[in-house]
């Protein structure tokens, strides 16, 4: 082989390296989330009103939110501020699971537990510490309430799914909406655990600002004025 053809032989091993590692790691996450929906729930059953209309702690989750996208928290091996998404999963003001301390990308899949800190403590524990932390367990208890809603507005948690393949049915990742919809049915989010554009403009993976359209949205849920602490 001459110099030239073992340098391009070169590259597209690297190529495939990466794309095999970037598979290895979506399986990990798929095989983690499943773990956390087949984890043990019990929940209060109770009957609520349910408003169309954003209630104003809304508001707060999503300034909340934006202030973690400006600390570029990113996964470890970007070089970011990766700690957070262990304060993420295991604070008070997260999901409050007691998982080991986040140092590889793949480990946990955090993108519920992002949602569940913006929201923070104005939303009752067991909503966030239960349901948050997958897209299964919203779909699980959600579904079948006015919480389930047809249009985004701000602040609503929108479930998507990350590949043409549409599955599972309840949605792949869950991202927080900023806008409503254009005409074309884009919308912009803030999400973790996820890849687009940081707050420096660089792509990275981590907490990110990103636009979404319509037609990859699995589900968009809106809160109750009864989970949120009074």
């Known amino acids: 082989m001459k110099k030239a053809e073992l340098i391009d032989a070169l590259k597209k091993q690297q190529l495939l390296n990466i794309k095999q590692n970037e598979e290895i790691r979506r399986l ?16 209060d ?5 349910y408003p169309q209309n954003q209630n104003a702690n809304v508001y707060e989750a999503i300034k909340r939110a934006l ?73 699980e208890n959600w579904y079948n309430t006015p919480r389930r809603v047809k249009e985004i507005l701000e602040g609503d948690i929108v479930v998507v799914y990350t590949s043409d393949k549409r599955s599972p049915i309840w949605g792949n990742h869950i991202t927080l909406a900023l806008s409503l919809p254009d005409e074309n049915g884009d919308f912009e989010t803030v999400e973790g655990n ?19 359209n319509l037609k990859n949205v699995a589900f968009i849920y809106r809160l109750s004025n009864e989970d949120f602490v009074s």
């Open 45 to 49: 059953e109770r009957e609520f009103e």
């Open 28 to 43: 990990e996450r798929s095989i983690n989330h499943l773990k956390i929906d087949l984890e043990q729930t019990c929940f």
């Open 67 to 139: 202030t973690e996208f400006e600390l570029n928290v990113t996964e470890p091996e970007y070089g970011g501020n990766y700690q957070r998404i262990t304060t993420y999963i295991n604070s008070l003001e997260g999901i409050a699971w007691n998982e080991p301390e986040y140092t590889k990308n793949g480990k946990f899949s955090w993108c519920g537990a992002f949602a569940a800190f913006a929201y923070g403590s104005n939303v009752v524990f067991n909503t966030r510490h239960k349901i948050f932390p997958s897209c299964y367990r919203m779909y």
């Open 194 to 212: 996820a890849k687009g554009n940081g707050p420096n403009g660089d792509r990275i993976e981590g907490v990110i600002r990103r636009t979404r």
